[in-house]
């Protein structure tokens, strides 16, 4: 299957401007959202930085896409993690402002020199965001490779941050969803076809508990318990959740990308869901880039996406080495 630049440049520059018109509403609720939506790239707000800026989101989707130039060694991206983490490596001003608490400590062990995919944390406690949120680069060096080899990379490469089967399953998920849109397919066949796909792997993964898989009803309609199980699209607004839960960032990006038709109308709507806007906003932002290509991202907000000119030189360099794999 052919890689485009196209892809590659959408879906890095669509991350990162999601996740920019995130930062300065990150924490307020949907109701206040309600009140004054996001229409519009903002300076300041919650975390007091300047128009264009993004978060730890892009910052570590960065270090994963810039390690992946070079080759693919665990060691080599949990290096440019904690020198992101401890020397501001590919921040938007030169400081960190935001980072969670997981992908902290994770980072503090692999600065310690423990063994990359060791590092996450792998209790129930330790599913939040922040693996989904940078996987998204990772997508262009396992495209072409068997679904088993698919799936053991994304959970290495996870668990250098977050190793619970539950986070390695949502990134998983996502990538396989992102690897459809990349061949052009209908969204909607693109959902139906990862349902499909996953459900049939998972089956064969017996070290996987069935409630774990169960967790993911909305996206793999394929129920275990007593649920009201319907596809993520049919869902209310009301229905779908915002906070920084890995499971509510996936389906609330999967249910933007369904419930949309452009790449601002996808972010905006991520955005104002409310609570982790600047993740919501990268992670659907990330797949609204590759539907819809960097052409399809208004041209207003990159020209205010602080280092987009170094963004777009990283994603040419990703594409070049990607191409020869």
């Known amino acids: 299957m052919v890689m485009l630049l196209e892809h590659v440049a959408g879906s890095i520059l669509g991350l990162a401007v ?30 007091r930085q300047p128009v264009g800026t993004w978060s730890d989101d892009s910052s570590l989707a960065l270090c994963l896409a810039e390690s992946l130039t ?26 960190v402002f935001d980072v969670g608490i997981a992908t902290s400590q994770a980072i503090h062990q692999l600065g310690l020199g423990i063994e990359p995919t060791k590092a996450g944390g792998k209790s129930v406690s330790s599913n939040g965001n922040g693996s989904l949120m940078r996987i998204l680069p990772l997508l262009f060096y396992i495209y072409n490779k068997p679904i088993e080899q698919r799936f053991a990379i994304v959970k290495d490469v996870s668990s250098l941050t977050h190793a619970h089967i539950r986070s390695v399953m949502a990134c998983f998920y996502y990538l396989e969803f992102a690897r459809l849109l990349m061949q052009r397919t209908d969204k909607f066949m693109a959902f139906e076809q990862t349902k499909n796909t996953v459900n049939d792997f998972l089956k064969t993964q017996n070290h996987i508990p069935m409630e774990e898989i169960d967790l993911f009803h909305r996206l793999l309609v394929n129920p275990i318990g007593n649920y009201d199980i319907k596809p993520i699209y049919e869902y209310k607004e009301a229905e779908i959740y915002s906070s920084g839960y890995v499971l509510h960032t996936l389906e609330a990006s999967i249910w933007c990308i369904l419930t949309s038709d452009s790449y601002a109308e996808t972010v905006l709507k991520a955005v104002n869901l409310g609570e982790d806007t600047d993740t919501t906003g990268a992670v659907a932002g990330g797949l609204a880039g590759i539907m ?22 990283l994603t040419v360099r990703l594409f070049e080495k990607m191409s020869q794999n």
Do not use: C
């Open 292 to 313: 819809y290509t960097e052409v399809g991202i208004p041209k207003s907000w990159l020209v205010q996406l602080v280092k987009v000119e170094e963004i777009r030189d």
């Open 70 to 95: 070079q080759s693919y060694d665990l060691k080599d991206v949990a290096n440019r993690f904690v020198n992101w983490y401890n020397y501001n490596y590919w921040t938007p001003h030169g400081e």
């Open 18 to 47: 999601g996740d920019a018109l995130g930062v300065p509403v990150e924490f307020e609720s949907r109701h206040s959202l309600k009140q004054n939506p996001v229409t519009d790239m903002r300076a300041y707000g919650s975390h």
